[in-house]
């Protein structure tokens, strides 16, 4: 039945070949402009727990104290004034003049105490805005123009500008790499058709795929806030998917040609083979994706979303358009041949070769993966912030002078909404707040607390609501600071009081809580999905099992190899970036979830092929090397398409999006080459009949 939908799907495609070609055409150019302006509408980066307990203290303060919705640091540099000269602060102040009474604008700390550098050049005034982040970021080059002073250089940071930065070189980043990706891929493709006919079509049908994508998703973003940082996973997600889905059609096709079949023919069997290959790989890939709703987080449901709309359009372009494309090629798909086909013995005698020393293979090969992936222990998530972009943005520089000229401790503080409910204004009151102060202050590593009754111009309170400033010994993004933050949190309240920890370092330790919660259930969703459909896909249990396992595999040496790059430093300048002690949080679950799919794409496309064999000749060893040989090549170019698209966001700006590149290039290179052509036909060999021993018949 699912051959025969297959089948027919290839025939109407083919007889209805310009119909269906034009509709494509349509589509795309309708949703076209709406791709185009979908960069300029997205700003969110979406790094908040919006259910978590710092979300609901923001929310508390702004509703309850009317705290501002975001804040602005503005870092001023002067060269000739120190802070000795009263015409330090008068200019600074002056330059302030045209944002007083601007309607954004709630409120504007000027430069005091600790404020001001040691030696006097540098100051910082704190903005209050009206205005959410993403306003905030619309703001900016306003602000920008209203700001001038003719003794001070002026920088604008805080989490609105470095949110702003990071979509500008997202842009930059993403023509980058499609300049660098796309004529690599094409070449790719050259090298394997050895057609310039034939390699243009995944590349022209994957261009259709991702600009239909996110023209659809240009209007999900009306719907739903989608974020930045994931438009270049999808761009790369539908580049790399859509060639590889093109790719396996035409290979198939030639070949069905090469058999002498007819046009007609050609294209049916190849919709059902090659067509029913890529429906399943991407259930997959969409499988692998859909686990990211779980962590309840914007970043991870937005980046769920885009994959599996470009993944869902990607598919349906490969059993459509593709078939149609072909059709109207026809035998002319070899046309400007560039040099001669390759025959398919060397892949043969590679598999015989192989399979010829099975255990020692395999052995050798798992100790390869265990060795790349022996960093792992040393694997440490944290939150990149504006060390996520590239120095040059003018947040990030002006956050790295605040980082090293300032108390940054003072700038970011633990922020705690407290709740009351008797009067804070009454002793009582007061005298319960402090009892909570007392205790807020004799946990290990908090150096003050501040509150209305120490400083009550700065820390305005109403009958039932205050906030508390807790400034920790430790710097806000650091582990000693996330600790004192779930310390605090497991204070009991005060009679009458509850409380809420918010600010920078529990927002941050409320996002990695999260995602810790959740990828276990995460990892389980993904594995059992993804087996029922490779059960259904090859209906063998045993093969289905082996699949995860061998993915598992790659997965972990990718892994490994992010901590000795990223995290130990090698290849910083040859990929330009600065170390951290950490590895983005983001990291681990996306290249878990999209890995998890993508490389299963191989698997699926060589195991598909072994069993069409196996089902014909009942031999084991004759199924796996023929199987190997007809998809060698096929999947050798596939996976560097893959890595060549992927790998080209590693030479981005954007850290996490180039820790992404590099981790899902590397995964792609090993799963194709280590894991499916050494390890999986030694396995194949060693389990014989096993393999297939659990194959349940379903009708044809």
């Known amino acids: 039945m699912v051959n025969s939908f297959f089948y027919k799907t290839g025939l109407w495609c083919y007889r209805l070949r310009w119909m269906t070609f034009c509709m494509w055409t349509a589509v795309l150019v309708v949703f076209l402009p709406f791709a185009l302006s979908l960069s300029g509408q997205v700003k969110e980066s979406g790094f908040i727990d919006k259910k978590g307990e710092s979300y609901q203290a923001q929310m508390l303060l702004q509703n309850k104290l009317k705290h501002p919705k975001s804040q602005l640091i503005l870092l001023y540099e002067s060269s000739r004034l120190s802070s000795h000269n009263p015409a330090f602060l008068r200019e600074i102040e002056q330059s ?76 930059h980043d993403l023509q980058r790499a499609e300049l660098i990706g796309i004529p690599l891929a ?151 041949t560039v040099r001669k086909r390759r025959s398919f013995a060397g892949w043969y005698n590679f598999a015989a070769a192989v399979m010829q020393r099975p255990v020692l293979v395999a052995a050798v090969s798992v100790y390869f993966i265990a060795a790349l992936a022996s960093p792992i222990r040393d694997f440490q998530v944290g939150v990149l912030d504006s060390n996520a972009i590239p120095s040059g943005y003018e947040s990030r520089d002006a956050l790295t002078v605040l980082e090293e000229q300032f108390d940054i401790r003072e700038i970011y503080p633990i922020e705690i909404t407290v709740k009351s409910q008797s009067s804070l204004l009454r002793d009582e009151g007061k005298t319960a707040l402090l009892e909570l102060v007392d205790r807020i202050s004799s946990i290990d590593g908090v150096a003050r607390v501040d509150s209305f009754v120490t400083s009550p111009l700065a820390f305005p309170a109403s009958a039932q609501f205050t906030k508390l400033h807790v400034i920790a010994s430790a710097d806000p993004t650091s582990e000693e600071a996330a600790e004192i933050v779930d310390r605090i949190r497991s204070l009991p309240g005060e009679a009458g009081l509850s409380f809420y920890v918010g600010g920078k370092t529990a927002a941050e330790y409320d996002f990695l809580q999260k995602i810790k919660q959740a990828a276990p259930l995460a990892i389980a969703m993904i594995a059992i999905l993804t087996l029922v459909i490779l059960y259904f896909t090859f209906q063998s249990l045993v093969l289905a099992v082996k ?41 681990p ?112």
């Open 186 to 336: 094409f070449l790719v493709l050259l090298l394997a058709f050895r057609s310039v006919t034939a390699a243009l079509v995944p590349i022209l049908v994957s261009l259709v795929s991702v600009g239909v994508a996110l023209g659809v998703l240009f209007l999900v973003n009306r719907l739903y806030t989608l974020s930045v940082f994931t438009l270049n996973l999808t761009t790369m997600l539908g580049l790399a998917i859509g060639i590889d889905y093109a790719l396996l059609m035409v290979n198939r096709f030639r070949e069905e040609l090469a058999g002498r079949k007819s046009l007609t023919e050609a294209i049916a069997v190849t919709n059902r083979t090659a067509g029913k290959s890529i429906f399943f790989s991407g259930l997959t890939v969409i499988a692998g994706l859909s686990g990211l709703f779980l962590f309840d987080l914007m970043i991870f449901s937005s980046a769920a979303i885009d994959g599996i709309v470009v993944t869902a359009i990607s598919v349906l372009a490969g059993i459509t358009l593709v078939p149609a494309v072909l059709g109207i090629i026809g035998h002319r798909i070899d046309a400007l």
């Open 589 to 700: 679950v996306f290249i878990f979830t999209v890995v998890f799919g993508l490389s299963m794409d191989y698997e699926v496309f060589l195991i598909s092929r072994m069993k069409e064999i196996y089902q014909r000749t009942r031999d084991n060893a004759r199924s796996t090397m023929e199987g190997l040989a007809l998809t060698g090549s096929m999947i050798t170019s596939a996976a560097l398409i893959m890595v060549v698209i992927t790998g080209s966001f590693a030479f981005t700006g954007v850290l996490p999006v180039k820790q992404i590149g590099v981790g899902i290039a590397t995964a792609i290179l090993l799963d194709a080459t280590v894991i499916r052509l050494l390890l999986v036909p030694c396995l194949m060999k060693l389990m014989g009949r096993w393999n297939w021993s659990t194959i349940i018949r379903f009708s044809r």
């Open 547 to 587: 699949a995860i396992v061998m993915n598992l595999f790659s997965i972990a040496a990718s892994f490994g190899i992010m901590v000795w790059i990223f995290q130990y430093g090698h290849g910083a300048g040859w990929l330009d970036f600065t170390p951290v002690a950490f590895t983005d949080a983001i990291l």
């Open 96 to 171: 302030l003049l045209p944002l007083q009474h601007h309607p954004a604008v709630q409120a504007i700390t000027l430069p005091e105490g600790k404020m001001i550098s040691e030696n006097g050049k540098r100051a910082i005034v704190l903005l209050h805005l009206r205005m959410d982040d993403e306003e905030a970021q619309q703001f900016i080059p306003e602000l920008k123009r209203k700001l001038s002073s003719s003794s001070f250089a002026i920088s604008v940071t805080g989490t609105p500008a470095v949110d702003r930065d990071i979509s500008l070189a997202s842009q």
